[in-house]
T-cell receptor
Framework: DAKTTQPPSMDCAEGRAANLPCNHS???????VYWYRQIHSQGPQYIIH???NNETNEMASLIITEDRKSSTLILPHATLRDTAVYYC????????????FGGGTRLMVKP | DVKVTQSSRYLVKRTGEKVFLECVQD?????MFWYRQDPGLGLRLIYF???????EKGDIPEGYSVSREKKERFSLILESASTNQTSMYLC?????????????FGPGTRLLVL
């Protein structure tokens, strides 16, 4: 799986959009971009994934650049409950069934 | 919604004890996984199973075994717990044959071995 680079921490004001960047310059054509988050002392939670088109669901939006070398997870109206570590992962189909989390970005939503 | 449950949120055991961690998923997923998560080391795969009675070793299977007698249940066994097995244990499941293979996680079991 391709390596990803994320800032170690970010702050966001409650109610504002949180934009979390991820660099994956070595991504291959068959690799998807996944985002998970982990709230303190809980299991990771799947957020969203995409291949090359922008994606949106009830939790977030995922914007992938045209060259696919970077992406941004957008939480449109951050709440205090969105405070968590956010992990960006790139992985291919049938990539040994294993998920590998890097350091992630610790997002702190402040009132 | 996918629901993955784990038998305990917190567990304290003594060195040498046999420890059972149970995981149950209610979405008829074929694949189930056991990870441990440690500060600075991220998520590491211990074992996974892609079908009943089938198991595959992950990156760090030493000191662990698993059991998958029913599709919905995947158990992790520490035959003789040691202090270096103090960790957060996470179970996950996913649907087989799906191109994206999204994994859904349980809440985790924080195990302390004294």
């Amino acid at each position: 799986d391709a390596k990803t680079t994320q800032p170690p921490s970010m702050d966001c004001a409650e109610g504002r959009a949180a934009n979390l960047p991820c660099n994956h310059s070595t991504i291959s054509g068959n690799e998807y971009v996944y985002w998970y988050r982990q709230i303190h002392s809980q299991g990771p939670q799947y957020i969203i994934h995409g291949l090359k088109n922008n994606e949106t669901n009830e939790m977030a939006s995922l914007i992938i650049t045209e060259d696919r070398k970077s992406s941004t997870l957008i939480l449109p109206h951050a709440t205090l409950r969105d405070t968590a570590v956010y992990y960006c992962i790139v992985r291919a189909f049938n990539a040994g069934n294993m998920l590998t989390f890097g350091g992630g970005t610790r997002l702190m939503v402040k009132p | 919604d996918v629901k993955v449950t784990q038998s305990s949120r917190y567990l304290v055991k003594r060195t040498g004890e046999k420890v059972f961690l149970e995981c149950v998923q209610d979405m008829d997923h074929e694949n189930m996984f056991w990870y441990r998560q440690d500060p600075g080391l991220g998520l590491r795969l211990i074992y996974f199973s892609y079908d009943v009675k089938m198991k595959e070793k992950g990156d760090i299977p030493e000191g662990y075994s698993v059991s998958r007698e029913k599709k919905e249940r995947f158990s992790l066994i520490l035959e003789s717990a040691s202090t270096n097995q103090t960790s957060m244990y996470l179970c996950a499941s996913s649907l087989s044959g799906q191109q994206q293979e999204t994994q859904y996680f349980g809440p985790g079991t924080r195990l302390l071995v004294l």
